[in-house]
C-alpha cells in the first residue's frame, strides 16, 4: 500500500510551526509496513491543494490529511477533498452534538461557521474527536482512499490511534510486528555498543535504537505473513536485549512511559511516594498525576522553589542552606527526608538544580541534585545535564522518576 | 518571488527525524518577503526527486534542497538537480581541501565516495561548509535558481546564514512583516467572528486567526518594498484588532506565551504568586517555573492531589470537602485562599477538578474549578474542559494562568 501525507496550513509553509505531524504518521505508517512516497506542505488555500490532491490521487492509494478543518475561512481541506473526489457533505447530529457540548462547557455559543465544521463527507467513516470540535473522516471511493485528520497534535494522534490504526491494519496483508523495550539510564550511544552484534547480525527482525530524553528505545521488528510468525522471529531477541538491558528496562509497552512504569510498580506494592521539587518546580508532580489512577500512590507534592519555601515546607535547616547552598547533595537529601515525613508516603524524591538560562562559576547550568528515600535509607546523585532550561528541567524529572523507580524494585527484591 | 522547499531523506519519510530544517528555511524565507508555495519530502530515489524536482522549476523562481550531498550511493541530490539543469559537475580544489582536512581531523582516509561528495555544479556558487565535508551550491541558470544545503541541520543553517541570506536578500525586493497578536478567553470561532470584517475585508496586510489549546492568535501579516512601510500596513490594523480584544490580548510578542506574559507582568508589579493545584498536579507551577527569572515572581506551590493534603497544606475545611467536595467552588477558594495565606504571596490560584480519564454523574469528566485571589477579592470560574486527561489538565492549566493575570491588569488599574 502506498501512502502520502499532506499537511495543510499557512503556518507550516511560514515557519511558525514545525511539522511534527507529518514525522508521527510516517512512524505510525512505518510500523504499520505502510510505504510513505512523500509528504508535502501546502497553504490555506484551496487551489494549490486541489492541485497537490490531485496528483496525490493518480499515484498513491492513500492520502491522509491533516490541518485545514477548522471552524474559520480558510479551512478548506474538507471542502476541496470532497470537490476533488466528488462526494457531497452533509449533516451528522452527532458531530454537531459534539461541537455543541465542546463548545458549551467553554461557555461559547456556536457560530455559523462552527456548523459547518460539523459537516462531514457523505458516506464516510466518521471520526469523532474527543478532543475538539472538528470531526475526522475516512473517504473510500474507487478504490482510492482520503483519510482527513484534524491539526492539532493532540487531537491528531488521540483520532489516529482510536480509529485509523485499525482500519489500516485491516487493509494490509504483510505483518509488521514490532516490539520495544525501553530503558532508563544508560544512554543511547553505550546502548548501542551493548547491542552492535545483535543489531549488525539482523535482518528479520530489525534492531533499531532511538533517544529519548535521558531514556532510550530499542525497537525490533519483524515481517511476516502472520502475526504470530512475527512475533515468533521477534521473541527470542527481545529475551537477549531485556537480560542484557536488565533493571534499566522500565517498560515493554509502547506506550508506557517512565511516570506510567513507576505509577504501575507503585500500585502493584500498595505503596506511595511524594515529590519535594525545587528547579523542576512541578514538572515531575504533573507527569505522575498525568497517569490516569495517580491518585492511589500520590497524595501531596511540594514545589519549594524558595530557599524560605524548602525550609517551611520540608524542613530543610537554615544551616544546610547557607553552608552548602540550596544546589547541594545535603539539601537534596533534607528535601527528600522532609517530603516523606510530611507527607507520610512510602517513598519520596527530591529535585534541586540549576536550570539555566544563566550559567556561571556559582551557579553551573544543568547541575541538579536527586534524592530518593524511603524512610530507612537515604540517596543521592549528581547529575550535569545539557541542553536548554525546559531539556534540563525535563532530563532532572525523567532521572528522579527513575530513581524511585529503582528503589521499589528494591523494595521488592527485599520483601 | 515564489520559492519551494524540498527535503530529501528516506529517514524523514520513516519518521525517524522530524522536518525542522523545513519550518527553519520556512521562517527565514518569510523574513526576506519571499513566499513559499510549499514545503516537500522525498526519500533517495533520483526518479522520485527528477520529477518532483522539474514539477518545481515549473512554477516557482527559486528551488531550495536539503539533505542528499553525503558520501554515501544514496545521496544523489547534486547528481539529479544538476540533470535535471543540464549542468555538469566538475572538480573543485578548494572543496575537496576541505573535505581531506575535516576527514583528517577525524582519523579517516577519504575514500572514492568523498572525492565525489567534492564535486561542484559548474558554475555555480560554491557554498563551502565549515561543519562537514560536503559543500553547498547557488545554481542560476535561464532565470531559475536551485539552493543546494546539506542535511544536518548545524550545516545547513551555518550555510545559509552565511551565504543565502544575503545572496536572496541581493536578489528580492518585498519585505514580509508579521505581527502576531495572542489572546486568551474568547476561542478561536467567536474570535473570527468579531474580526471577520476585517478579515474580509484585507488583502495586505492579510489577517488570520489561529487556535492554540484554550488560546487563539491573530497573525496581520503585510508585504512592502520597505520594513518601515510593511509595518505601516500593518499599524492600524493591529490597533483596532487590539482595540476589539480588549483585556483578552496577553501579548504581542511572538515568542511569549501565557506564562511569559503573567511573569512578566508580576515582576513589572513587584508582585509574587502562589499556586494551589489539585487535578493539574504541578503543571502550572511547572509551567510558570520554566520562564527564566520566575524565581523572583514563584516562591511556593501546593500540589494538593488528596484530600487530606488540601486540609493540611492549604488548611480547606473537613466540612467543605464533605459537604461540597473537593471539586467545588467552595473547595477552590479555600484552596486559594490557604496557598496565599501559607506562601505569603500577593496573589494565588487554585485548581481543582476531574480530569478523567473516567467520567460519571458524580465526577463528570473536564468539570474544573479555579479560584483566584488577591487576600481581599477572591473569585471562582467553574469550567467544563473537553478532551483526554491531558488536554483537560493543560486548559485548566491555561485559564488559571489567564486569571491570575487578568487579576493583575486589575491591580494595576487600581494602584
Known amino acids: 500500500m502506498k501512502a502520502e501525507l499532506i499537511s495543510v496550513g499557512t503556518e507550516i509553509l511560514l515557519g511558525n510551526i514545525v511539522n511534527t505531524n507529518a514525522a508521527y504518521l510516517s512512524k505510525q505508517c512505518a510500523s504499520l509496513g505502510i510505504n510513505v512516497y512523500a509528504q508535502s ?66 461557555s461559547y455559543t456556536p457560530s455559523h461557521n462552527n456548523y459547518k465544521q460539523a459537516l462531514v463527507p457523505k458516506d464516510s467513516i466518521i471520526l469523532y474527536n474527543h478532543n475538539g470540535t472538528a470531526p475526522g473522516a475516512i473517504i473510500e471511493k474507487n478504490g482510492f482512499t482520503a483519510i482527513l485528520l484534524p491539526g492539532p497534535p493532540i487531537e491528531m494522534t488521540a483520532m489516529f490511534e482510536e480509529y485509523v490504526i485499525p482500519y489500516l491494519r485491516s487493509k494490509t496483508n504483510d505483518v509488521l510486528y514490532s516490539y520495544t523495550i525501553k530503558e532508563c539510564g544508560i544512554g543511547e550511544s553505550l546502548l548501542e555498543t551493548m547491542l552492535l ?3 549488525d547480525n539482523q535482518t528479520n527482525p530489525t534492531v533499531a535504537t532511538y533517544a529519548k530524553t535521558s531514556c532510550s528505545e530499542v525497537r525490533i521488528t519483524a515481517k511476516a505473513d502472520s502475526f504470530e510468525k512475527a ?78 519555601a524548602k525550609m517551611k515546607l520540608l524542613g530543610v535547616s537554615k544551616d544546610t542552606l547557607e553552608k552548602y ?64 532550561r525546559q531539556k534540563i528541567r525535563e532530563s532532572a524529572s525523567v532521572m528522579a522518576l527513575n530513581m524511585a523507580r529503582l528503589m521499589i524494585i528494591q523494595y521488592e527484591m527485599e520483601n
Chains 1, 2 share one sequence.
Request: proline share 2%; glycine share 10%.
Open 41 to 106: 506542505v501546502v497553504g490555506d488555500n484551496d487551489k494549490r491543494l486541489g492541485t497537490l490532491f490531485k496528483d496525490a490521487m493518480s499515484r498513491s492509494d492513500v492520502v491522509i490529511l491533516t490541518g485545514g478543518l477548522g471552524p474559520t475561512e480558510d479551512d478548506l481541506t474538507k471542502e476541496t477533498v470532497c470537490e476533488c473526489m466528488d462526494v457531497p457533505l452533509v449533516r451528522d447530529v452527532k458531530a454537531e452534538e459534539n461541537m455543541v457540548n465542546i463548545l458549551k462547557g467553554l
Open 231 to 308: 512475533q515468533n522471529l521477534v521473541k527470542p531477541i527481545a529475551e537477549e536485549v531485556i537480560k542484557r538491558l536488565g533493571d534499566n528496562v522500565y517498560s515493554t509497552d509502547e506506550k508506557e512511559n517512565i511516570e506510567d512504569a513507576l505509577v504501575r510498580l507503585l500500585r502493584k506494592n500498595n505503596l506511595t511516594i511524594s515529590v519535594a521539587e525545587s528547579c523542576t518546580g512541578g514538572l515531575t508532580c504533573s507527569k505522575i498525576v498525568n497517569v490516569g489512577g495517580a491518585s492511589e500512590v500520590f497524595k501531596y507534592g511540594f514545589i519549594t522553589y524558595a530557599n524560605e
Open 325 to 388: 547552598t540550596a544546589v547541594s547533595e545535603k539539601t537534596a537529601r533534607e528535601m527528600a527526608c522532609g517530603a516523606i515525613k510530611e507527607s507520610g508516603a512510602d517513598v519520596a524524591v527530591s529535585i534541586t538544580g540549576y536550570a539555566g538560562p544563566y550559567d556561571s562559576e556559582d551557579e553551573p547550568k544543568g547541575l541538579v541534585f536527586i534524592g530518593c528515600t524511603n524512610g530507612k535509607d537515604t540517596f543521592c546523585r549528581q547529575f550535569r545535564f545539557n541542553g536548554n
Open 197 to 199: 552484534d545483535i543489531i
